[in-house]
């Protein structure tokens, strides 16, 4: 029997040495990979930067796509059907981490212009795996959360949603997590455009970690010299290629990473190796994970008396202690044409879970913050 064949793409994590017992598997950089590549595949394990459409399956003997990533707009859905090929992504591998930055960047926000948390409002549109731990961090941490989902408003009623207008009327951060679809009845492609922004509330704050094109960069451009106070942003239009001046202005400008922690890097691949074992039938990989992920460069227990700091300073020093997110801006605002360096060789980054915080002098009501966001307390008060 001829030897299943997989192309993947080389930035996969923790891949290399899983599926050579069982298949032939050529590793090639994501971008490059060509319809000569996968012409004798019989599965691509993809990221991002691989197209998969008619141009580079037709003629293939591909059966299976799986992409390590939540977003899946790079697969050519519509032609995989028609072809018959089975494609699928790997939904909430990296919504913790994504919690984790969403976190870290509002409440650097926070501390950094003196704000407290509880008197503000969160308005989170899109509310799948990503957006719901996203608002249920902003709740521990006692901020006021709006949600705009209207594909589940649509299937569960209105009652638990905000309309778009009184969501962006009403919150002083306003964060995106949806897919990109151009398509009715739910497209999101410049959602986030001149009206998006005209709506929003004076002198807040837009994040986007979602795809770059969901934000119009002209019209942000213009918002935060008329409108916001901000803005926080992951993904860009034209990436890697992030627009010089939207970049250098972001509050917060980070080299699409937000979902990059180790741990999510290790969902994603685990999800690429199961589905393959699952439509092959190799039963021997159906439960495979990493048998380790490496340990994070800074102490995973670590202490904090909060003595005669702010609620909003120990929280701070928590989550900036998991995850230096001005690293991140500062290397890509130094360096915006390492882009993709930056992502493929990104530092081990571990989600809040992995910390153990030792109190002291920390007040019960900041210890349920800090355990609600997702750290482990070892108090000694």
Same mark, same amino acid.
């Given at each position: 029997?001829?030897?299943?064949?997989?192309?993947?793409?080389?930035?996969?994590?923790?891949?290399?040495?899983?599926?050579?017992?069982?298949?032939?598997?050529?590793?090639?950089?994501?971008?490059?990979?060509?319809?000569?590549?996968?012409?004798?595949?019989?599965?691509?394990?993809?990221?991002?930067?691989?197209?998969?459409?008619?141009?580079?399956?037709?003629?293939?003997?591909?059966?299976?796509?799986?992409?390590?990533?939540?977003?899946?707009?790079?697969?050519?859905?519509?032609? #995989?059907?028609?072809?018959?090929?089975?494609?699928?992504?790997?939904?909430?591998?990296?919504?913790?981490?994504?919690?984790?930055?969403?976190? &870290?960047?509002?409440?650097?926000?926070?501390?950094?212009?003196?704000?407290?948390?509880?008197?503000?409002?969160?308005?989170?549109?899109?509310?799948?795996?990503?957006?719901?731990?996203?608002?249920?961090?902003?709740?521990?941490?006692?901020?006021?959360?709006?949600?705009?989902?209207?594909?589940?408003?649509?299937?569960?009623?209105?009652?638990?949603?905000?309309?778009?207008?009184?969501?962006?009327?009403?919150?002083?951060?306003?964060?995106?997590?949806?897919?990109?679809?151009?398509?009715?009845?739910?497209?999101?492609?410049?959602?986030?455009?001149?009206?998006?922004?005209?709506?929003?509330?004076?002198?807040?704050?837009?994040?986007?970690?979602?795809?770059?094109?969901?934000?119009? &960069?002209?019209?942000?451009?213009?918002?935060?010299?008329?409108?916001?106070?901000?803005?926080?942003?992951?993904?860009?239009?034209?990436?890697?290629?992030?627009?010089?001046?939207?970049?250098?202005?972001?509050?917060?400008?980070?080299?699409?990473?937000?979902?990059?922690?180790?741990?999510?890097?290790?969902?994603?691949?685990?999800?690429?190796?199961?589905?393959? #074992?699952?439509?092959?039938?190799?039963?021997?990989?159906?439960?495979?994970?990493?048998?380790?992920?490496?340990?994070?460069?800074?102490?995973?227990?670590?202490?904090?008396?909060?003595?005669?700091?702010?609620?909003?300073?120990?929280?701070?020093?928590?989550?900036?202690?998991?995850?230096?997110?001005?690293?991140?801006?500062?290397?890509?605002?130094?360096?915006?044409?390492?882009?993709?360096?930056?992502?493929?060789?990104?530092?081990?980054?571990?989600?809040?879970?992995?910390?153990?915080?030792?109190?002291?002098?920390?007040?019960?009501?900041?210890?349920?913050?800090?355990?609600?966001?997702?750290?482990?307390?070892?108090?000694?008060?």
């Amino acid at each position: 029997m001829q030897r299943l064949k997989i192309i993947a793409d080389d930035k996969i994590p923790f891949l290399k040495g899983v599926m050579e017992p069982y298949a032939d598997i050529i590793y090639l950089p994501g971008a490059k990979i060509s319809a000569g590549d996968v012409k004798d595949a019989d599965a691509i394990f993809t990221r991002t930067r691989t197209r998969c459409d008619e141009s580079l399956l037709k003629n293939s003997r591909v059966k299976l796509i799986a992409t390590a990533t939540i977003g899946y707009d790079h697969i050519d859905t519509d032609y #995989c059907d028609t072809a018959g090929i089975r494609w699928v992504n790997a939904p909430g591998c990296n919504s913790w981490s994504v919690q984790q930055y969403i976190t &870290t960047a509002i409440v650097s926000l926070a501390y950094q212009r003196g704000l407290r948390l509880p008197e503000l409002t969160l308005g989170v549109i899109g509310v799948g795996n990503v957006g719901s731990k996203v608002a249920r961090a902003a709740e521990a941490l006692g901020m006021r959360v709006l949600l705009n989902d209207p594909p589940r408003a649509d299937q569960e009623g209105t009652e638990a949603f905000t309309p778009l207008d009184r969501l962006l009327a009403g919150s002083d951060i306003v964060t995106c997590h949806t897919p990109l679809t151009k398509e009715a009845p739910y497209p999101t492609y410049h959602l986030a455009s001149g009206e998006f922004f005209n709506r929003m509330k004076d002198g807040s704050v837009f994040i986007n970690t979602s795809r770059g094109p969901v934000t119009d &960069t002209e019209a942000l451009k213009l918002a935060v010299k008329t409108k916001l106070s901000g803005y926080i942003l992951d993904v860009w239009e034209g990436e890697p290629l992030p627009d010089p001046s939207l970049l250098a202005d972001a509050y917060i400008g980070t080299p699409h990473i937000a979902g990059y922690s180790s741990d999510g890097k290790a969902n994603g691949t685990a999800a690429c190796v199961h589905e393959f #074992c699952s439509f092959f039938g190799l039963d021997v990989l159906k439960d495979w994970y990493p048998e380790s992920i490496p340990p994070p460069p800074m102490p995973t227990t670590f202490s904090i008396d909060g003595a005669g700091k702010s609620n909003e300073q120990i929280i701070y020093e928590a989550v900036t202690h998991t995850y230096p997110i001005r690293e991140d801006n500062d290397r890509l605002k130094k360096s915006p044409e390492t882009f993709e360096e930056q992502r493929g060789g990104y530092w081990i980054r571990r989600e809040f879970k992995n910390f153990t915080i030792k109190s002291k002098n920390i007040d019960i009501a900041v210890l349920k913050s800090l355990n609600g966001i997702g750290f482990k307390i070892d108090s000694d008060d």
